[in-house]
Structure formats: structure tokens, C-alpha cells
């Protein structure tokens, strides 16, 4: 497939209309103390939004307390809702459209830090909290289905111009669709039709609270495409789940990611393994495991630009909805190769964290094509997210003199 499509023209998304095709992906900023939107996190979107992309994603805004990965991440509640408006405000101020990302972290969820339940398929232990996910009843899942709907409802009210479904890297519902994590035998379990049961009731529940408020936001999701990890989610079963998304009608878009947060995140990532950093931002004895075993856990995949293309291609051949390209995504080849491949977004991480403005500079360098990002996949970023999330390489220095 090859298709004539500019990254920087305007674009549809659901009832948007995006300035670009270009979406700041959500990752964890590691700015919130308090649970609660800080001036930090602000200027962390507020950049990329001055820096020229069509819209920035805002990680990871749980349905519950007990949904997530750590007790400092922002939970949907009446007392956030000031300090969301306020985000949300100042990215509009830069011309820019605002995401928020809605899930359940499930087995990834810090029970300890949370001080709250988590749940999974199964009952499972999380060595980072040092904590057992409770087994999910029937009336847990549907508790859960139903938070994200009352979540797509406050997104609404904050002023968001989309929400981000979670059903990737093994959070709860990717959970649900690893065969590996997810043992049951009752109605969620066993087929992946049942197994996806809780990824397509979720969607469908936003889709419907969405649709039911008369909101102008569209609704995409972060799917699973691989695992890759053995007995995991495999791609041929994540593009049935994908097709089964594209036919229920709930999304106008879906994100395609990889890895286990669980098991093996640097599937995701590619380039560096951290583990220095990682186990420095843990106490004993975590940090003594991290050093001693950390290369079981943290594996090294090599770096190349758009890592993930090869298995994207899958979905883009057989998928007819929007399709957002995640994973090396640094310049304006990998851009326009990802158009030219039929995807209609492109998502990017570490560049836009190490240079908020980069998508102004690729823009302004036009046809020559010599702008790049200066991210060199050290990852050390990963390690930061623990205190407060950035760019070991540029700081903040280079984002100031750019931005005066």
C-alpha cells in the first residue's frame, strides 16, 4: 500500500479535526505527588503543544484508586477535575488537541502504594509492591467496565478532546486477553472470544457514555499487538481482537503497541537497558533483585526506526479504521514512510521528551529532511519516571533556550 498523505496537513479523527497527524503518546510523567494535576505537568504537555504536535496525550489517568501503577498517578474524582480544566486549557492556548488515557493497571497495579485492591484474571503477585492481585469477580469486572464509562464523562467535563482506551501491555484488560496471565475457566476465560470480553464491553461502555453525553471527543484505544513474550498475546490473535474492535463500531482509531509491562516492557521500548538507573530508583531489596536479575526482566532489543512497522503492516492490510504508528518514530523518513504505508497517525514518546519542539523544527526544515531527534535510546528516561520524568540527555536547558 502506498498513499499520498502530508504528516503535517490537517487531519480527521472521529468528530476531530486534528491541525497534524502527529500525537504526543502517553507516558507516564512522573508529576503528580499529590495525585493531582501540578504546574509541572502542565508544561509537560504544554511544550510538545507549542512544539507543533496535533495532540498530546495525557498518562495514565486511572478509573479507580486501586487502577494504578503507582499511588501518585492522578484517579478520576471530583477534586481533580479543577487542575485537569487547567491542562487542558493551557494545551488549547498552543493550538493543540488534548487525549487523556483511561485504564485499570490490574496486575500492574501497586497495591501497596495505592492502598487499595488490585485485581487480575487471576489471583497474581506484583514483585514491585510486593502484593497479591485479588482474583476478579464478575461484579468487579463490571464495577471496573463501568469506571471507565463514569472516566469518559469526566474527560468530557475537563475540557479533553479524546480519551484513550488502555487495553495494551498486560493492564487489565490486556490481561484478560494473555492467555499466559489469564487461567480462568468461567466466561472470560479459555477462547479469545472470551477472553476478550472485557477489552470490547470496555470500549463499548465509553463509546456509549461518549455518544450518550452528545460529546464532540473521539475514542481511541492502546492495543496489544504481541507480548513478546511465549504464551503471551500473539499477533495473529491481537488482530482478531482488533477486527472484533473495528466491527463493534466503538472507535474512531487504534494505537498499536507491544510488550508486557508484567514480563518484558523493553519489547516496547528498544535500544539501552537501564538497569542501573532502574534499581537506583527502587529501595532494598528490590534494588539488590533489579541489579542481580534485571537482564532476565529487562531484555535488550536493538534500536531501528520504526520498529514496530513490520507487524503493524499486519494490521494495516487487514483493517480498514485509522491506525496510529507507534515505535521509532524520530524524523520526517519515518513520518512519511508511515503515511506512505497507509497509517493514518504517527505516535511519539522519547523524541518529543528529549525535544518538545521537534515537529516545528522537522516542519521548518522542510524538503531537506536533516532534522532528527537528538534521543539516542540511553532510556535512562524509563528510570525517571519513579521521581519526576525527563530527558537525561538534553534537561531542561534545551528545552528552555528554544522556547525563550
Not at 63 to 82: C, F, L, N, S
Not at 89 to 117: C, F, K, M, T, Y
Not at 229 to 253: C, F, H, M, N
Request: net charge neutral; charged share 20%.
Amino acid at each position: 500500500m502506498t498513499v499520498d498523505r502530508d504528516v503535517f496537513a490537517p487531519a480527521p479523527l472521529g468528530p476531530l479535526t486534528l491541525r497534524n497527524r502527529i500525537i504526543k503518546a502517553a507516558t507516564f510523567e512522573g508529576a503528580t505527588p499529590q495525585a493531582l494535576v501540578t504546574d509541572d505537568l502542565v508544561t509537560y504537555h504544554r511544550l510538545p503543544a507549542a512544539g507543533g504536535v496535533g495532540m498530546t496525550t495525557v498518562a495514565y489517568l486511572a478509573v479507580t484508586p486501586g487502577g494504578r501503577t503507582d499511588g501518585k498517578q492522578i484517579y478520576w474524582r471530583p477534586e481533580a477535575m479543577p487542575g485537569l480544566r487547567r491542562l487542558t486549557d493551557a494545551v488549547h492556548a498552543e493550538g493543540a488537541a488534548i487525549s487523556a488515557q483511561i485504564g485499570h493497571a490490574g496486575p500492574v497495579a501497586n497495591a501497596r502504594s495505592n492502598e487499595a485492591l488490585a485485581y487480575a484474571p487471576v489471583r497474581f503477585f506484583n514483585p514491585l509492591s510486593m502484593r497479591f492481585a485479588r482474583k476478579a469477580s464478575r461484579e468487579d469486572i463490571d464495577d471496573i467496565i463501568e469506571a471507565h464509562a463514569h472516566a469518559a464523562r469526566y474527560a468530557i467535563d475537563a475540557g479533553f478532546d479524546a480519551v484513550e482506551v488502555h487495553l495494551g501491555h498486560n493492564y487489565l484488560a490486556s490481561s484478560f486477553l494473555s492467555p499466559l496471565i489469564n487461567r480462568r475457566d468461567d466466561e472470560f476465560g479459555g477462547s479469545l472470544a472470551n477472553r476478550a470480553k472485557v477489552a470490547r464491553a470496555t470500549v463499548l461502555a465509553v463509546r456509549r457514555a461518549v455518544d450518550k453525553a452528545g460529546a464532540p471527543i473521539a475514542v481511541t484505544a492502546k492495543l496489544n499487538m504481541t507480548d513478546g513474550v511465549r504464551g503471551g498475546i500473539s499477533i495473529e490473535e491481537a488482530l482478531q481482537t482488533a477486527k472484533w474492535l473495528e466491527s463493534d463500531g466503538g472507535l474512531d482509531a487504534i494505537e498499536l503497541t507491544a510488550g508486557s509491562s508484567l514480563v518484558n516492557p523493553m519489547y516496547l521500548f528498544r535500544g539501552d537497558v537501564p538497569i542501573k538507573e532502574f534499581a537506583a530508583a527502587f529501595k532494598p531489596p528490590l534494588r539488590w533483585g533489579i541489579r542481580m536479575t534485571g537482564t532476565k526482566f529487562l531484555r535488550q532489543y536493538p534500536y531501528r526506526d520504526a520498529y514496530l512497522l513490520r507487524d503493524a503492516k499486519r494490521f494495516r492490510a487487514e483493517l480498514s479504521m485509522p491506525l496510529i504508528l507507534l515505535g521509532g518514530i524520530t524524523s520526517r523518513e519515518t513520518m512519511d514512510l508511515a503515511m506512505a504505508e497507509g497509517f493514518d497517525f504517527v505516535a511519539m514518546g522519547r523524541a518529543l521528551l528529549a525535544e518538545p519542539d521537534l515537529c516545528n523544527r522537522i516542519q521548518a526544515d522542510g524538503p531537506r529532511h536533516e532534522v532528527r531527534s537528538v534521543c539516542n535510546h540511553c532510556n535512562q528516561c524509563m528510570a525517571t519516571i519513579y521521581s519526576r520524568t525527563h530527558c537525561v540527555v538534553t534537561g531542561s536547558p534545551v528545552v528552555q533556550e528554544r522556547f525563550g
